[in-house]
């Protein structure tokens, strides 16, 4: 199971952390990847970690794990609007690329609005 937190409604230029909380198997057999879904736009991968990786900054955003506690974060800073959307975690793998399994949390809605 995975289950996101963290999202609201936050001004421009605010931040937000983004949690994933993950259950019900080994964690450390799963990279973890982060999707948003704006309204009317396909779902699209923000970053993904693996078990052993150090924490990735992808511009504004910065995803990291931390394996004890079987969770996983999106810290992002900088907020515009257009970052407005659903974010979603995932469990998946890295082969190259980051694929999915269809293993995913329900949600979490981050506004970016004055």
């Known amino acids: 199971q995975l289950v996101e937190s963290g999202g609201g409604l936050v001004q421009p230029g605010g931040s937000l952390r983004l949690s994933c909380r993950f259950s019900?198997?080994?964690?450390?057999?799963?990279?973890i990847g982060w999707f948003r879904q704006a309204p009317g736009k396909e779902r699209e991968l923000v970053g993904a970690?693996?078990?052993s990786d150090r924490p990735k900054s992808l511009g504004r955003f910065t995803i990291s794990r931390d394996n004890a506690k079987s969770m996983t974060y999106l810290q992002m800073n900088d907020l515009k609007p257009e970052d407005t959307a659903v974010f979603y975690c995932?469990?998946?793998?890295?082969?190259?690329?980051?694929?999915?399994?269809?293993?995913w949390g329900q949600g979490t809605q981050v506004t970016v609005s004055s």
């Open positions: 019900g198997a080994t964690f450390n057999n799963y990279a």
């Open positions: 970690i693996g078990w």
């Open positions: 995932n469990a998946g793998y890295f082969a190259g690329n980051y694929y999915s399994y269809n293993f």
